[in-house]
């Protein structure tokens, strides 16, 4: 472990990039389908010592959807590939507690972290866009808070099944013809309001006990369950007060819960575009926002605002809408930026087209790594969830010329001190509650 | 495409061995969940030319099963590793229609197909153990036909989801600004009895079309099921006339549903083990049984009865027990073979403790060759399913010296012709139904 603390950096990778139009600048690469761009991505990342590689999931489509997001490979395959070009990052997915049973994700979830040696984390999405329910025999997309309650039940049991097995529970003794022990294995028998599970998994205990817990609510619902099992948060923040309150929020809630702050990284997401100068940088913006289409920003705000926006004046002032339950982190701060602006819809749009509402960082490296710095100082952020806006120049130019830099301020790692995720981040490996229970007896 | 019909050969790879006490042997290696045995697995098998690597699953265990299936790595994402060792042998999973969601198991297979170029098969299970409902939140595992009736109504929906794409919908164009064609996307808004499935999937058609299709089902419905859908049929047979009229019946149903009798291969499943004499071998097998655990052994045999046997005399003649709904492949094979030859229990268990109930074959190399082309040449099988008792042992032997011998005779291929498993199996690439419109209308 790092004596001193360091800056943890994710590298999000929205393979067509996270500007509706990155996948159009001339030197671009197109496709979250594009396994060999992924690889480069991930390995790139990889030599830039970021803590972990992160891919978004949804679980529908539209021809309309930013264009990352229409179609790409499946995350947990995807990350299984990426595991054997790689051998330290972490490998991180979004999964839906929503769309899918506990026993199948949590076997997912265990095989990544066994093929991987010990570096997944599993976002744990409510699931955010309603039009998921018709791909799943639903009548309607269950309520906020209901989707929370389901969320927090779904965490529960999944840490029941990691730890139907002890860790030395695999014996496989030739001599003695003993396979498994079957003492130190645990029937989780999880009777809830939404589950009914009895375990045990068939899966050895996962490396890093459980994979690394990533959450992003922002609602009331969501900071505490991010607060109650997070390990890591992102988060959609604009401004450094608005993020130094979340942060303390936050923090105060992990209190709350009777956790350790130092086990929760408040990672915000941030999109930097790096230019020799910040004229340079505002220029390849430029490029960008002349590439974007129309219909497909707005259609991106209108998903992260949760309301359909393509029946309001663009040049007119931004609306002001009531809460939809959806994405209230993207809404709440995009409307907070709005107002404070007095932005029009048109503007927002083509600032949300950027990084989905997502802290741009634009000038050159020192200037990016300033505005990285202010944060990481001021407490309001243990790291970073990096967004670049499109592939692979973007995140290429982040490793080579910021990473550096911040390198330089001690602000960041030189080289890996551990092999797995939970060893970047400074995270203690849950103990199997059995394990835990022998060594307070030892200890009495 | 071969020009004389060969031979097909999948490497059936559960790890820890066929026999419940193959990881017992002194050469043996242990572990559903050893990676470098697993990757050494699929290689041999594609260094032999194998079509396919295949693994089986369940959605439950018990420290009693058979070793190899107490724990393991999830199929898929193994699958997606041992992609990247790989370049052309299949890839084949087991997944269960009744305890998973038709749009995430289709995106699973697509993203496998997608990340193997062109590799990937699914066996088609309706969930054979009634344990997994526990699992799965429900009171109890649905009934037989009930099953089936989901099975066939899960794999529609599938086929319609990997069409959700054409083929060429993804355009991708810098210039225009058009990332996918919209007008090649198609809607399935499936509403059926068990499923309701709107679509579009958001990953593109899979390489192969469909990942090519596995079925296994015994019974009645079963039959219909593989003739009206399956491309591969993996089959427990004991006896050549037996065999012959499985193949017989399956051919018919399969021409009664109106498809092509060479788009259907069966692979009856044979457990070889090779000897430098008959008597080495037979040697090797008793060594086997000497090692096997007698409780484990009568389990595997009551799983694949459907009934618990642990009460019955093991030294009387094997009892005679009514259908259980339950692997009915294994359940008649069994009781038709201890019938035949005057079986007691606990014959019938040291024989099922081989390979659960599958083909044996001991000899040298040239006498397990003439067993396979016995039923070959017969048109009692297209193809076998390898199970090596043990590994990686006695699937190198099979590789190093059975195969050599079916080569020479011209009975299976020196090379792979292609490189997806549709061209190792001589299997079509199914159109897309809008593509298969378009010909119409141009032929007329």
Not at 151 to 166: H, I, R, Y
Not at 351 to 374: C, K, N, V, Y
Request: aromatic share 8%; net charge negative.
């Amino acid at each position: 472990m790092a004596s001193t603390k360091m800056m943890h950096l994710g590298a999000f990778a929205l393979a067509s990039g996270h500007h509706v139009a990155g996948w159009r600048l001339p030197g671009a690469q197109a496709g979250s389908e594009n396994l060999e761009l992924l690889k480069h991505i991930a390995m790139t990342a990889e030599r830039g010592k970021f803590d972990l590689f992160f891919l978004a999931d949804a679980l529908n489509t539209s021809p309309t959807m930013h264009p990352s997001m229409v179609v790409r490979l499946e995350p947990l395959t995807l990350l299984s590939v990426l595991s054997t070009v790689t051998s330290r990052i972490g490998l991180a997915a979004t999964a839906s507690t929503t769309y899918s049973e506990p026993y199948n994700l949590a076997r997912l979830f265990a095989s990544l972290d066994h093929l991987s040696g010990g570096r997944a984390a599993w976002n744990i999405v409510a699931g955010a866009f309603p039009a998921a329910a018709a791909n799943f025999s639903l009548k309607e997309h269950p309520e906020h808070s209901e989707r929370y309650r389901i969320a927090a039940e779904f965490v529960e049991v999944a840490k029941g099944l990691w730890n139907s097995w002890e860790d030395d529970a695999v014996v496989m003794d030739k001599d003695s013809g003993v396979y498994v022990d079957a003492a130190k294995m645990h029937v989780l028998d999880h009777h809830g309001a939404h589950f009914n599970v009895k375990g045990p998994l068939n899966i050895s205990r996962p490396p890093q006990g459980y994979p690394v817990f990533i959450q992003a609510g922002a609602s009331d619902t969501g900071r505490d369950l991010a607060a109650s099992v997070a390990e890591i948060v992102f988060a959609v923040l604009q401004d450094l007060d608005t993020a130094k309150a979340f942060a303390d929020d936050l923090r105060g809630r992990v209190r709350k819960f009777g956790r350790n702050v130092d086990h929760l990284k408040i990672m915000p997401g941030v999109c930097p575009i790096v230019g020799e100068s910040e004229k340079d940088a505002r220029a390849k913006l430029a490029e960008l926002g002349a590439r974007a289409d129309a219909a497909t920003s707005l259609r991106v705000l209108s998903e992260r605002m949760g309301h359909d926006l393509s029946a309001f004046d663009l040049d007119a002032p931004m609306p002001q809408l009531p809460p939809s339950g959806m994405m209230q982190g993207h809404a709440v701060t995009l409307a907070a930026l709005a107002a404070r602006d007095g932005l029009t819809l048109r503007e927002l749009r083509d600032f949300t087209s950027a990084a989905m509402g997502h802290r741009l960082l634009l000038g050159t490296p020192e200037q990016i790594a300033d505005g990285l710095e202010e944060w990481f100082v001021a407490g309001a952020a243990d790291g970073f969830n990096v967004m670049p806006p499109w592939f692979p120049g973007a995140l290429d130019d982040f490793v080579d010329h910021v990473v550096p830099v911040l390198q330089k301020r001690g602000l960041f790692r030189t080289e890996y001190e551990g092999t797995t995720l939970r060893d970047h981040l400074g995270l203690p490996r849950p103990a199997h509650p059995a394990a835990a229970v022998a060594a307070t007896n030892a200890a009495e």
